[in-house]
């Protein structure tokens, strides 16, 4: 019995040490590691709940898969991704586990943005304003909703889509029929929209503000003045975390009233923002990965030059890379 207990032991410990050894090498072999981005401080290298999905420390490598000319917005289905073609007026679907493409579709003129509603995914076009809604299971076209020029970065709150458009609109849009329950006025410019649970935000091109509008009725609940050339935003599970191309940085806002609870140096150009349930990465020039609970810098990476839209799908981070007609699967 005490042999057994022994020898169980010393299992236990050679697995341990195998796993220090492996992110100690992992450590090694990655410029620009959390290790070193943090100089001297011990940070995680990424999120440790990935350790289930054997992807517990970072590799620094894109694949890469060809999709449509000039790839704006990304989303993920929940088994493919799915890229906004702003250049040919298609929308690509890849399958995630290998980047097969699994069909092209046609959309409105210059299409932006994608979203999935469960069922769905919806496409907002700049040219002609228009929102597309197609069947996920097969690409198929089941409706065409007018709107505004321009239609642009949208969000799901779980029953309605809710699309920016036009100079200062943002519209609700019901999920089920494509019904419009609603045009309210934003800031200048809207250009992205993320959903936190109760409420939609809002990022403004036009004043560099960023709104808060209560889902349920529409209701304006705070105007936060942040930064210049805002674009993407994204929601972690408490804060708002907003890119500002103009200056160079990631703005991080309490959800709960707006309060800035940090501005982090991204440069160049920062466009589109993802969480993965540890970090937040970043677009642009370069891609940046922050940790989500103080900013600091996990990561930054050189996929492609120009990268605009940004999704995860529980393992990676896709991005696409504007200029090259990819995505890349980081």
């Known amino acids: 019995m005490k042999t ?155 029953t309605n889509v809710w699309v920016p458009n036009g100079y200062s609109t943002l519209t609700k849009l019901r999920a089920s029929d494509g019904k419009n329950l609603g045009n309210f006025t934003v800031g200048v410019g809207p250009i992205a929209t993320a959903f936190d649970g109760a409420n939609v935000w809002v990022t403004n091109s036009g004043d560099g503000t960023v709104d808060k509008i209560r889902a349920s009725d529409g209701k304006m609940l705070g105007t936060f003045a942040v930064g210049s050339g805002l674009a993407g935003v994204a929601f972690d599970g408490a804060n708002v975390w907003v890119a500002s191309g103009g200056n160079g940085t990631v703005v991080k806002l309490r959800a709960s009233d707006g309060a800035v609870l940090g501005t982090f140096n991204t440069p160049i150009s920062p466009y589109g923002i993802v969480f993965d349930g540890w970090s937040i990465w970043v677009t642009g020039t370069y891609v940046y990965e922050l940790r989500a609970s103080d900013g600091a810098i996990l990561g930054l990476f050189n996929p492609f030059t120009n990268t605009i839209g940004a999704a995860f799908d529980g393992a990676n981070v896709w991005i696409a890379g504007l200029n090259l007609n990819m995505v890349g699967k980081l």
């Open 4 to 158: 057994r207990i022994v020898i169980g032991v010393s299992l236990i410990v050679v697995v341990l040490a195998m796993a220090n050894l492996f992110v100690s090498h992992a450590q090694q072999a990655l410029p620009g590691s959390a290790t070193q981005a943090a100089g001297n401080g011990a940070l995680p290298l990424s999120n440790p709940l990935k350790v289930a999905l054997l992807k517990w420390y970072r590799v620094n490598e894109t694949t890469r898969f060809p999709v449509g000319s000039e790839p704006y917005g990304v989303c993920f289905d929940g088994t493919n991704i799915w890229t906004a073609n702003f250049g040919d007026g298609t929308v690509t679907k890849l399958r995630a586990n290998d980047g097969q493409v699994l069909g092209t579709f046609q959309a409105g003129i210059e299409p932006y943005g994608v979203t999935f509603d469960g069922a769905n995914i919806w496409v907002s076009n700049v040219g002609d304003g228009t929102v597309d809604k197609l069947r996920a299971s097969d690409g198929k076209n089941l409706g065409i909703f007018k709107l505004s020029v321009p239609a642009t970065w949208m969000a799901f709150d779980g």
